[in-house]
Structures are given as C-alpha cells and as structure tokens.
T-cell receptor, first 115, second 116 residues
C-alpha cells in the first residue's frame, strides 16, 4: 500500500530565511503528488500538485516542489518565508490507478516563522 | 462555486447524545471523503464515497459511526451514542475523481465537535 513520510514534525525558521519541508513516498509505478496547507482553525487548501510533465511545480505564493522519482521524494521549498506562511503543511499521494481519488496523507509538518 | 459546505461549524453535546454532521460537496464532484483530525492522531480518513457508493469504510472507528450519501449533493456522518473521545474536527472533502485525470481534493471548513 502507498505511504507518505514527512520527516519533520516541526520546522521553526526566521522570517526571510529559506525553508525545505521534506516528503517521501513509497514507490509506485505512477503517482500523483500534492502539498496542502492548513492555517489555524481552517480546512486544508491545495498548495500545489504534480500530475505529469515538468518535475518542478510552483504555487502562486512562492512555494515550489520537485518530483524526484529516483529518490521517491517531493520536497517543498521556499527561498524566503513570511510570517504569514506559518501553518501546517501536508504532503499527499494518490496512486495513478486508485479508484475514487483516495489520497494518502503524511502526518504534517508545522512551519513556524518567527520575526 | 461556494466550495464544500459543512454544518454545523461547531457542535457541543453531552456524552450519549446523537450527533449528525452534514456536508454538501462541490457540484459535479464524484467522490466525497470524511476525515477526522485530532492532535494525537493527526488526519484520519474515515470513509469515502464514489458516485454515492461507499468504497472504503475501514477507517470508521466503530459501529457508533455511520455515514450516508443519499444523493450527489449531500452526505451525513452520524455518531450514536457520542463519547468524549470523539471530540475532534471533522472534515468533509470532495474530488472530481478520475474524470479528466483530477485527483485533488477540496476540503470544507470542518465541524469542531466537543463531547462533554
């Protein structure tokens, strides 16, 4: 069965510093990969996704993630974070043959941006 | 589109009472998911439906929990009787499903349930 590992439960970082949130998934023939963000007291929002094509995907607010098939990773990065990026981030994976669109979520990484 | 709609947003009830959570998915989406989120256990998938049919309910914690999807625009999650350990935030999400190759899920704002 597909699984997702987020290696860091908490990542504290100072404002304007770069950040990387790590995500690894178990190998599969084809996968679709997602990052979701959850701000306090809100639902999860889709941040970015990889379905096919270019292995580097970007979000509208400066985050990017790179699909690395050989390392089965989909790490999330941002070159300069803001206070407003403080949130919990979830990596998720779907098997290409999965019926119904079920996603497997990681345990989440709490990003805390300090001034 | 208004997105996924959940009601109520907050529910406080006493142990032993029946609780019903409601969800309206995004119009045209074929799949619907119920999740539970707690500090201790994180985000757990309880059950999901495809075209109104339950596909996998292996995440439902026990028989006190039940879910229905009588039509494409409405689903309920019921807990009877409720217990304090059921206190959590319950999320509903919907997805276009396999049509068009879309797999992303869209989450509602959640229902915060407190059982005293």
């Amino acid at each position: 069965a597909q699984s997702v590992t987020q290696l860091d439960s908490q990542v504290p970082v100072f404002e304007e510093a770069p950040v990387e949130l790590r995500c690894n998934y178990s190998s599969s023939v084809s996968v679709y990969l997602f990052w979701y963000v959850q701000y306090p007291n809100q639902g999860l929002q889709l941040l970015l996704k990889y379905l096919s094509g270019s292995t580097l995907v970007e979000s509208i607010n400066g985050f990017e993630a790179e699909f690395n098939k050989s390392q089965t990773s989909f790490h999330l990065r941002k070159p300069s974070v803001h206070i407003s990026d403080t949130a919990e981030y979830f990596c998720a994976v779907s098997d290409g043959d999965n019926q119904g669109g079920k996603l497997i979520f990681g345990q989440g990484t709490e990003l805390s941006v300090k001034p | 589109d208004a997105g996924v709609i959940q009601s109520p947003r907050h529910e406080v009830t006493e142990m032993g009472q029946e609780v019903t959570l409601r969800c309206k998915p995004i119009s045209g989406h074929n799949s619907l998911f119920w999740y539970r989120q707690t500090m201790m256990r994180g985000l757990e998938l309880l059950i999901y439906f495809n075209n109104n049919v339950p596909i996998d309910d292996s995440g439902m914690p026990e028989d006190r929990f039940s879910a229905k999807m009588p039509n494409a625009s409405f689903s309920t999650l019921k807990i009877q009787p409720s217990e304090p350990r059921d206190s959590a935030v319950y999320f509903c999400a919907s997805s276009p499903g396999l049509a068009g190759g879309h797999y992303e899920q869209y989450f509602g704002p959640g229902t915060r349930l407190t059982v005293t």
